[in-house]
């Protein structure tokens, strides 16, 4: 039985990714931090029924996820990494498939294998897209996703301004990636070292290397990566969780006036 999924991108770990030739002249930058949209997320019938799936993922019930698909679920599948200009629309469905057909082919989407699944299978994919999305414990409205409510949160951020700090760091857009909690970078890759900057939550930041070796006689337990920082320097942090601009995602939606899950994102290359 398939047990976890090849696209972890609810939390992508920057170290995942390896290392990346380090920037040849980086500049400093305007620092960016995205936002949220959560409006409408507090709704009490919304987060019983968030709540209900919740459940169904810790206790491996398949059959309450699909119950709560729309008869008309769509999947979006935006490229991983870097967002595009315009969002994808959702794939088509010519055959008019209904909701659990399409949990099915959305749950095969997120592993990278080409292999027909069996059925027990494709149920713990599907308990395995819910519990990525659930993950994070966050809702808000998704471009992506025509601003439906999904979970978890999808960033906000100036497109423009992001490409920006892109382009100062000498990195590929690819190389963005969004802190998820405050985090102090060093001058190197030790604790002893002195901090340079501390950035806040939600800062986008251009990332250089993964794994980095530390050199010195500190004997330390922390993975460390670098980041080009706003001043245009180098900087040191440790044991990184940043979340990717796309993860796996779970939407919803009103069908008959009950809340149901109208759509799912799935991040593909």
């Known amino acids: 039985m398939i047990r976890s ?3 972890v991108l609810a939390l992508a770990p920057l170290l995942a990714f390896g290392a990346t030739a380090a920037a040849a002249d980086p500049k400093p930058y305007q620092p960016l931090t995205v936002t949220y949209d959560a ?17 169904a993922v810790d206790s491996n019930d398949v059959a309450t996820l699909k119950a709560a698909v729309a008869p008309d679920l769509k999947i979006y599948t935006p490229l991983i990494g870097f967002p595009e200009e315009k969002a994808s629309p959702a794939l088509a469905n010519p055959d008019k498939r209904p909701g659990d057909e399409r949990l099915d082919q959305a749950a095969a989407l997120t592993t990278s294998a080409d292999t027909d699944y069996s059925r027990e299978d494709l149920d713990s994919l599907i308990v395995d897209l819910f519990g990525m999305a659930l993950q994070p414990k966050t809702i808000g409205k998704s471009p992506t996703a025509e601003n439906a409510l999904c979970s978890p949160a999808e960033a906000i951020f ?12 000498d990195v590929p857009p690819g190389n963005l990636w969004i ?33 980095v070796e530390d050199n010195s006689a ?8 670098s980041v080009v920082l706003p001043s245009g320097k180098v900087g040191y942090g440790a044991n990184d969780s ?13 069908v008959e006036d009950h809340w149901a899950v109208t759509a799912v994102i799935v991040p593909g290359v």
């Open 5 to 7: 999924c090849t696209f």
């Open 39 to 55: 409006a409408g997320a507090n709704d009490p019938e919304l987060k019983t029924f968030i709540q209900s799936l919740q459940d």
């Open 158 to 169: 100036d497109r423009q301004k992001a490409l920006d700090i892109a382009t100062a760091a």
């Open 179 to 211: 802190l998820s909690e405050q985090t102090a970078f060093h001058e190197k890759p030790t604790t002893s070292s002195p901090v340079l900057e501390t950035l806040p939550a939600g800062t986008i930041v251009p990332f250089l290397e993964g794994s």
């Open 218 to 225: 500190e004997q330390s337990d922390e993975d460390w990566y």
């Open 242 to 254: 940043s979340l990717a601009f796309q993860a796996v995602s779970v939407c919803y939606g009103k």
